[in-house]
């Protein structure tokens, strides 16, 4: 029962409580081919609305999916210090966002729908 009280939350754009549900001992919503286990709202047997998606290796993204993929505004974690906050779009980087790498190193970035930066400013 909690769990569908959940969901019937999340179908009211209030997601804070499943998605702070996620981590150790909680069942995902959905397991994706990459082994990525996705804490948020469904539409159509598809991630959509505002979830969390978490894979072994350590990465994580926190953000908008739309259609099963990354959308809107979000970040995603690559490894230890490494993330990227900002705009996606169709499941890759597109936008506006800011680039953190594990050495302290910020960049600024615009970046296109091919998910490569067209600009960039940075500080160590």
């Not at 997601?15 to 539409?43: E, F, N, Q, S």
């Not at 969390?52 to 999916?65: A, H, I, K, L």
């Not at 169709?90 to 800011?98: E, P, R």
Request: overall charge positive; proline content about 3%; some cysteine.
């Amino acid at each position: 029962m909690r769990h569908a009280a959940t969901r019937l939350l999340c179908l009211v754009s209030v997601c804070w409580t499943i998605t702070a549900g996620a981590g150790p001992g909680a069942t995902p919503d959905a397991v994706t081919a990459d082994g990525g286990r996705y804490y948020g709202p469904m539409v159509h047997g598809r991630l959509h609305g505002q979830g969390r998606m978490e894979w072994d290796n350590g990465s994580s993204y926190v953000g908008g999916f739309a259609d099963g993929q990354f959308s809107g505004t979000g970040r995603l974690q690559t490894g230890p210090g490494v993330v990227y906050e900002g705009e996606f779009e169709q499941g890759l980087m597109a936008g506006h966002g800011v680039y953190r790498l594990a050495d302290r190193c910020t960049f600024a970035a615009l970046v296109g729908g091919t998910g490569k930066a067209l600009s960039r400013t940075g500080r160590r």
